[in-house]
């Protein structure tokens, strides 16, 4: 027998939180976190306050680990990672299970995202962030240059927020929830207002409102906007999800693994896209026409943005959705009629169906907002999915997420160089 593998225990007898951390080799919050997500069951004893566990279910999931560690991923082979957040099948996608469009469309963000964590509704449920939190975050923000992106600003929010908790590194459970719903509102607080008269109070998307947009809001906006928020908050493993899960595997702190988030999503391919479809529906809109707009963009050799999707062969769920609510929004028309301008156009060349990035860039061009506002529209809510992530990865074994690497280069050993 291996020396790192505990002896065998006798048919029948539970095992103890001690015995089950020893057997899996993690701590015994770790097997708590096993526990809370369905990986293992547990039981009290009449009389006793420990909780105990089968012995053959955790020998199982205890073969299961090593043969994961042993099996690195494939040569050519995509990383699989199994998780219960987010299913994308048939052009639709789920939530724990639950229809996202649905839950998006019924429930605030803030409501969404707990569900996204615990698979518990609280209803009416907001976040708030303790003042000397968002003071030390803002402080922060304040002294970068006037030219810093919102994603600039979000990221020094995080980290200056991570330097004001001495409790970061608690990985358990209701720590990172805490973490999660303070951080949040922290986020959108740091980000300057644009209008004088903005609420810091309520529901996140009035607050986010006036770091956005200098225009009164309406109810139909702000329900565009806290619908868009909870639409967005989980995609499964996207690239920036895929950085945070890393980041927790090795066991970063929540804000580490948001940081890491956060500096992925700012790529042009992924959370920036909406920026370039709201700056091409402006040009739209100023020349009255998409055609020569599209014939300007296949010409510099660039791929149309707000169209079409990987994961969806019809219609993106989520693009679906606001554009029918945007359709109730006043002043939306123009920009609703260039974006079906667009599709319409591109048809003719490539069906391809209007995405999120499309929508979104609708809503902050008839919103009044600059071109970044759908990205950082994109960073608050997906937030909350990249907290679900990490809590997620808190529960697995530490350092999953190491591919092998495919060395191609010169085999060794080559000489010194000169």
């Known amino acids: 027998m291996r020396d790192h593998e505990p002896a065998p225990h006798r048919p029948g007898r539970r095992l103890t939180t001690r015995e089950t951390a020893e057997l ?94 615990t698979a518990r509704l609280t209803p009416g449920v907001t976040f708030s962030a303790p003042a000397p939190t968002v003071g030390v975050a803002c402080r922060a923000v304040k002294a970068l240059s006037e030219h810093a992106s919102p994603m600039d600003r979000l990221r020094v929010a995080a980290i200056a927020a991570a330097a004001e908790d001495p409790l ?59 619908t868009a928020l909870a639409l967005l908050a989980d995609h499964d493993l996207a690239a920036s999800t895929l950085a945070v899960r890393v980041a927790a595997s090795a066991r970063a702190h929540a804000y580490a693994a948001v940081s890491a988030g956060l500096g992925v999503l700012e790529g042009p391919l992924h959370g920036a896209a909406s920026g370039n479809a709201h700056r091409m529906l402006l040009d739209v809109l100023d020349q009255g026409t998409a055609v020569p707009v599209i014939a300007d963009e296949l010409r510099a050799g660039r791929r149309i943005p707000g169209l079409g999707h990987r994961l969806y062969a019809g219609e993106d769920p989520r693009a679906r959705v606001l554009f029918g609510l945007l359709e109730q929004v006043p002043g939306a028309e123009s920009a609703l009629l260039a974006a079906r301008d667009i599709v319409a156009t591109t048809a003719r060349h490539t069906p391809l169906h209007a995405n999120v990035d499309l929508a979104l860039a609708v809503f902050t061009a008839s919103s009044g907002m600059p071109a970044t506002a759908g990205e950082t529209i994109f960073a608050v809510a997906r937030t909350a999915g990249w907290i679900a992530h990490a809590l997620e990865e808190y529960g697995e074994r530490p350092l999953r997420m190491r591919p092998v690497g495919n060395y191609v280069g010169p085999r060794p050993p080559q000489p010194l160089p000169e």
């Open 24 to 117: 899996l080799g993690v701590k015994p919050e770790t097997v708590y976190a096993y526990v809370s997500r369905g990986l293992l069951s547990s039981r009290r004893e009449p009389g006793g306050r420990a909780s105990t566990f089968e012995a053959k279910e955790v020998e199982a999931l205890a073969r299961r680990n090593r043969r994961e560690a042993a099996a690195g991923p494939a040569a050519g082979t995509d990383l699989s990672v199994r998780t219960r957040i987010t299913l994308i099948e048939q052009d639709r996608y789920f939530f724990r299970g639950v229809d996202a469009v649905e839950l998006a469309t019924r429930h605030s963000y803030e409501e969404v995202a707990e569900w996204l964590w």
């Open 168 to 226: 970061r590194f608690d990985l358990s459970d209701e720590a990172v929830l805490n973490t999660a719903r303070i951080l949040i509102p922290t986020l959108v607080a740091a980000l300057p207002p644009v209008r004088h008269d903005h609420k810091d109070d309520g529901p996140l998307a009035h607050r986010l409102w006036g770091r956005l947009s200098g225009r009164p809001a309406d109810a139909a906006s702000l329900r565009v906007l806290d």
